[in-house]
């Protein structure tokens, strides 16, 4: 009698393992596609170009980025910088810029191209070259901001990609607010 209750509890113990694994399987599964359909509507709402698959080298990213666009390089900015033809557009956020930025940038978020736009084209009117720029391989603030310009009738926005990190790197001068 002793062996037969010993069994059933074994039978028991392996029935309610199996059920808790079983269990355990389904709600891991169900986080899992919760947590994928999170990403999907956040890239949605949020409209970030993030490719599903492949696209991710840095060539790759700056080109979808760029799309229609004309890029400027760290030596031609640096020309019109020293012409003093630059007029460095920042896209970043105002933290980043009061703690540095291009001399003489002028901070503008896409969302408020169109509040500058006026500014803008009175400085582009009388010669001066729009450079938009922000930090990173891929931010895609300046280009944003270069295509709302655009669309606003300031034509002629070069981006320079990952501008504040490559400017500083060649040890050309940069800006704090006082």
């Not at 970043?92 to 810029?97: I, L, M, T, V």
């Not at 503008?108 to 500014?119: D, F, K």
């Not at 922000?134 to 009738?153: I, K, M, Q, T, Y």
């Not at 790197?169 to 607010?177: C, F, L, M, W």
Request: glycine share 12%; charged share 25%.
């Amino acid at each position: 009698m002793r062996q037969g209750l010993i069994a059933r509890e074994e039978k028991g113990s392996s029935r309610s393992t199996g059920a808790r694994f079983t269990r355990a399987l389904i709600q891991a599964t169900g986080l899992l596609l919760v947590g994928i359909a999170l990403g999907v509507l956040s890239k949605e709402i949020r409209g970030l170009d993030i490719p599903w698959s492949g696209g991710w080298s840095e060539k790759e990213v700056v080109a979808r980025h760029l799309e229609g666009l004309e890029e400027i390089s760290v030596e031609e900015a640096w020309r019109a910088y020293q012409s003093g033809q630059a007029l460095f557009l920042d896209a970043r956020d105002p933290g980043s810029f009061s703690m540095g930025h291009l001399p003489g940038a002028l901070n503008v978020s896409p969302a408020e191209a169109e509040g500058a736009s006026e500014e803008i084209l009175v400085l582009v009117q009388a010669g001066m070259i729009p450079i938009a720029y922000c930090d990173g391989v891929d931010c895609p603030l300046s280009s944003e901001l270069a295509r709302g310009l655009g669309e606003r009738g300031i034509e002629g926005v070069k981006v320079l990609v990952n501008g504040w990190s490559r400017w500083r790197e060649r040890g050309y001068p940069v800006e704090s607010a006082k």
